[in-house]
């Protein structure tokens, strides 16, 4: 079957049901409720924190991000993050993960750095987390810095590489020679591990400069990679429309691409749901032999803990049966704060067709099968070149795990149009 045959977009089911099916019935006071009953769970939990600042603007970026350099700007806003961290006080969460995404993390300078450790060692103690892990924009960070956020507890880091390619990071107005990241992979020993993300789809990539790229990951040798395909929407991001349409690679190539760089990741890591890689010895891998792996908005992660909660603007939750999501806006965001309140813009209460679809959609994400009874018309969609039906369990082929969200969108019963996975139509039978 030709990869080229499926260029439909399929949906990256880090929740289900995805964002954009939450509503703004779902409010402040319902929030405090259900937060309150999770906690009184003492589930174990991860607390993410969206910090939106960074220093320069990249082309590529579809986040929600504040570019500036005024640290009375940047300290106002962390103020008022210290704020909401004092709200999650009185429910007293088990928190056992800590991630600081963005944005870029590493742009607090060390006073604002260590104010935040200072205000979350208040409701955790940092050395005794599971893992405390931190986004990090290579070009922010200053000598002697990756020592001072290891002294404060964190454990993990990950670099923003994308690409290596002195031309793509020229299009993309993000400069940072391999020079400068292999420099402060010098300084990896201070954590228990390192993340790279990469990007494909990029401008002026080909598949010769992305084996270079590739080539050059592979000797700084992190623990783990990330990679997601760029999504090209100045439509949404009008600063996307600095990127020349004539410059993207071809969109039928993009399949044949993302299965190149699997392959050559292959050779030094183990591959662990769709985009995930990690070396043999990395807790992620471990969880990928034992069965374990989790979903979470920040994608696939060793499952030590499943449910989490999201501070800062924009930032989401995921808890029990609740998902919730952030107000966006920085003026909206201080004066929620402000007026003593959670500052939730819409939420979700899950029904238990959610439950049992998520279950299923999250264990084909995170280990290629899952046990699924009752949705015979979905199964009789998936060519058995993609996965096979046995026993009342589905488990994927190779080929099916490159077309893995395609498959995952035929349990989702909330997209608007049923989504075909292959161009005529099909039968299968149970093996």
């Excluded at 200072?118 to 050395?127: A, M, P, R, T």
């Excluded at 990679?225 to 090209?232: A, F, G, P």
């Excluded at 009789?380 to 996965?387: K, N, R, S, T, V």
Aim: net charge negative; with cysteine.
């Amino acid at each position: 079957m030709n990869l080229r045959e499926f260029t439909t977009e399929g949906n990256y089911y880090t929740s289900y049901p995805p964002l954009n099916q939450w509503t703004e019935d779902f409010g402040k006071d319902e929030y405090e409720i259900r937060l309150s009953a999770f906690t009184e769970s003492q589930t174990p939990c991860h607390l993410y924190i969206h910090i939106p600042f960074c220093a320069k603007l990249c082309y590529y970026c579809i986040c929600n991000i504040v570019i500036s350099n005024d640290r009375e700007k940047i300290q106002n806003f962390l103020n008022h993050l210290l704020e909401e961290i004092n709200f999650l006080k009185p429910y007293h969460p088990k928190i056992r993960e800590i991630q600081l995404g963005g944005g870029t993390p590493s742009h607090l300078d060390r006073k604002q750095f260590f104010e935040l450790c200072e205000k979350l060692n208040e409701l955790v103690d940092l050395s005794s987390l599971d893992e405390f892990a931190m986004e990090i924009d290579p070009r922010t960070v200053r000598d002697g810095d990756l020592q001072f956020y290891s002294s404060l507890g964190v454990t993990r880091i990950s670099f923003g590489v994308q690409d290596f390619d002195s031309e793509v990071q020229k299009a993309i107005n993000r400069i940072q020679p391999y020079e400068m990241v292999s420099e402060l992979m010098q300084e990896r020993h201070f954590f228990k591990g390192v993340n790279f993300d990469l990007l494909y789809g990029l401008p002026l990539q080909t598949q010769k400069t992305i084996q270079e790229t590739l080539a050059k990951v592979r000797r700084l040798s992190p623990d783990r990679v990330t990679l997601l395909k760029y999504c090209h929407a100045p439509e949404l991001r009008q600063h996307m429309k600095l990127i020349k349409n004539s410059d993207l690679p071809p969109k039928d190539d993009l399949q044949e691409m993302f299965v190149e760089i699997v392959d050559s990741l292959k050779k030094d890591y183990e591959w662990i749901g769709l985009d995930h890689f990690a070396k043999p010895h990395d807790a992620l891998s471990q969880a990928a032999r034992m069965g374990t792996v989790g979903r979470t908005f920040n994608g696939f992660t060793p499952g030590r803990v499943r449910d989490l909660i999201g501070i800062g603007p924009t930032s989401t939750g995921a808890f029990g049966e609740t998902y919730c999501q952030n107000i966006y806006t920085l003026p909206e965001y201080y004066a929620s704060i402000e007026d003593g309140e959670f500052p939730i813009l819409r939420g979700y209460r899950m029904t238990p067709d959610d439950l049992k679809r998520r279950e299923i959609i999250f264990n084909l994400m995170c280990n290629q099968n899952s046990v699924i009874e009752g949705f015979e018309k979905e199964l009789a969609q998936i060519p058995e070149d993609l996965g096979i039906y046995k026993d009342g369990r589905l488990t994927l082929t190779t080929q099916g795990r490159v077309l893995l969200r395609n498959i995952c969108a035929l349990f989702d019963n909330r997209k608007k149009k049923t989504y075909k996975i292959a161009q005529k139509s099909m039968t299968r039978r149970a093996a």
